[in-house]
């Protein structure tokens, strides 16, 4: 055979990544992570531009977490001149398909509610372009999402679903942290925490878990409500004040008096230490692409109920995250999910009085999450797709 001794080694296959870098939003959060990750792997010439901003990106500029990662992502730059992609990944919204392409082109995308409209493309899109369009791929985090890109025309063999990560040196359990974090926020020992983050509109189901709440705390007193919104980019808190006036009156005193509330911009580390000061993650959504918080939630050991029928399915398993019954309703070719507020009850009412389930399932949550699904993970899945 041969000798290979002084030859060049093979050349990477040339990747370029346009997305946001710096943003507090979920596909920016994705860009980054997925870049990180390849980084480390090696596999690809890794090239990533700044995708063009909208309306919302300056909101969502966060300048913690561009101190955090500048000195990585910042270092990366675009195609130099004379270059040509061998692969183009667009991770921002909304979609710019723009076909024809001359490289393979994969795009990544959510369906919340398992239809995209005209909203979630830059321009013109035409169902039939796309299924002609052989270089052209979609990755999306679950197989709820891929339903959407289905539905408007998209071939199921142009769709890859590539879940979401989270980043284990930071969403993990910390019983020291949790007991520090808990006091520092006056939560007692024996109070039971029930955590949603989100930004409060009706998607992330507020307006069902608000009522359940009240109920739950008329019954038994030691309950607290913990919630984190994102005030600068969409008034969560004024969303959360207006579910809250929904209430009857005695209802919004229940919650009012057990709410713990933060709508500013918090870093990874904070937001981990909100998880492990909490007992149950609730998420009663009507519509979600992935429900990021959920995952991290079960990675920091936390316990979840959520609604039956959507995403987070896919990627828990019911011995750690209960289920509530929903009834799937058709919108626009879409469907949503709406949660029954008397089960989401029954649930909360549960691990509320189950100190040793929820200890339990917290730590198959946290086992499962790491086992399967850390940035690392989930990004050579994404390699796989890609190659």
């Given at each position: 055979?041969?000798?290979?001794?002084?030859?060049?080694?093979?050349?990477?296959p040339?990747?370029q990544?346009?997305?946001?870098?710096?943003?507090?939003?979920?596909?920016?959060?994705?860009?980054?992570?997925?870049?990180?990750?390849?980084?480390?792997?090696?596999?690809?010439?890794?090239?990533l531009?700044e995708?063009p901003?909208?309306?919302?990106?300056?909101?969502?500029?966060?300048?913690?977490?561009?101190?955090?990662?500048?000195?990585?992502?910042?270092s990366?730059?675009?195609?130099?001149q004379?270059?040509?992609?061998?692969?183009?990944?667009r991770?921002?919204?909304?979609?710019?398909?723009?076909?024809?392409?001359?490289?393979?082109?994969?795009?990544?995308?959510?369906?919340?509610?398992?239809?995209?409209?005209?909203?979630?493309?830059?321009?013109?899109?035409?169902?039939?372009?796309?299924?002609?369009e052989?270089?052209?791929?979609?990755?999306?985090?679950?197989?709820?999402?891929?339903k959407?890109?289905?539905?408007?025309?998209?071939?199921?063999?142009?769709?890859?679903v590539?879940?979401l990560?989270?980043d284990?040196?930071?969403?993990?359990?910390?019983?020291?942290?949790?007991?520090?974090?808990?006091?520092?926020?006056?939560?007692g020992?024996?109070?039971?925490?029930?955590?949603?983050?989100?930004?409060?509109?009706?998607?992330?189901?507020?307006?069902?878990?608000?009522?359940?709440?009240?109920?739950?705390?008329?019954?038994?007193?030691?309950?607290?409500?913990?919630?984190?919104?994102?005030?600068?980019?969409?008034?969560?808190?004024?969303?959360?004040?207006?579910?809250?006036s929904?209430?009857?009156a005695?209802?919004?005193?229940r919650?009012?008096?057990?709410?713990l509330?933060?709508?500013?911009?918090?870093?990874?580390?904070?937001?981990?230490?909100?998880?492990r000061?909490a007992?149950?993650?609730?998420?009663?959504?009507?519509?979600?692409?992935?429900a990021?918080?959920?995952?991290?939630?079960?990675a920091?050991?936390?316990?979840?109920?959520?609604?039956?029928?959507?995403?987070t399915?896919e990627?828990?398993?019911?011995?750690y995250?209960?289920?509530?019954?929903?009834?799937?309703?058709?919108?626009?070719?879409?469907?949503v999910?709406?949660?029954?507020?008397?089960?989401?009850?029954?649930l909360?009412?549960?691990?509320?009085?189950?100190?040793?389930?929820?200890?339990?399932?917290?730590?198959?949550?946290?086992?499962?999450?790491?086992?399967?699904?850390?940035?690392?993970?989930?990004?050579?899945?994404?390699i796989q797709?890609?190659?």
């Open positions: 055979m041969p000798s290979t001794a002084g030859l060049p080694p093979p050349k990477k040339l990747l990544v346009e997305g946001w870098r710096y943003l507090l939003h979920s596909y920016s959060i994705a860009c980054r992570r997925y870049c990180l990750s390849m980084l480390k792997r090696g596999v690809f010439d890794l090239r531009v995708a901003p909208v309306n919302w990106t300056q909101r969502a500029h966060d300048q913690e977490v561009h101190d955090t990662y500048q000195d990585t992502l910042g990366l730059e675009g195609i130099r004379g270059e040509k992609p061998d692969i183009l990944l991770m921002d919204t909304p979609l710019r398909i723009d076909p024809p392409f001359q490289q393979r082109t994969f795009f990544f995308g959510t369906s919340e509610f398992c239809i995209l409209t005209a909203a979630n493309f830059a321009g013109p899109f035409s169902a039939e372009r796309v299924r002609n052989p270089l052209l791929r979609v990755v999306t985090p679950s197989a709820w999402s891929a959407g890109f289905e539905q408007v025309g998209f071939l199921k063999e142009q769709i890859a590539v879940p990560g989270f284990p040196a930071i969403f993990r359990p910390d019983a020291v942290s949790r007991q520090a974090t808990r006091q520092r926020l006056g939560i020992e024996d109070e039971v925490v029930f955590f949603l983050a989100g930004n409060m509109t009706p998607t992330k189901g507020v307006q069902f878990l608000l009522p359940a709440f009240a109920r739950i705390a008329a019954i038994n007193p030691r309950v607290r409500l913990l919630i984190k919104g994102q005030d600068a980019l969409y008034e969560s808190n004024q969303k959360l004040l207006k579910n809250l929904e209430l009857p005695a209802d919004q005193q919650v009012r008096d057990r709410l509330y933060f709508g500013d911009n918090l870093s990874d580390a904070y937001m981990a230490l909100l998880f000061a007992d149950v993650y609730v998420a009663p959504y009507m519509g979600e692409g992935f990021m918080p959920v995952l991290e939630a079960a920091s050991g936390l316990p979840s109920i959520c609604t039956q029928g959507g995403p399915d990627f828990t398993d019911p011995s995250c209960l289920r509530i019954e929903s009834t799937a309703r058709s919108i626009a070719n879409g469907i999910l709406e949660p029954h507020v008397d089960h989401l009850t029954e909360m009412a549960r691990v509320a009085q189950d100190p040793s389930w929820r200890l339990q399932a917290g730590q198959r949550a946290s086992q499962d999450a790491h086992n399967r699904f850390t940035w690392d993970k989930v990004t050579d899945l994404l797709e890609l190659l």
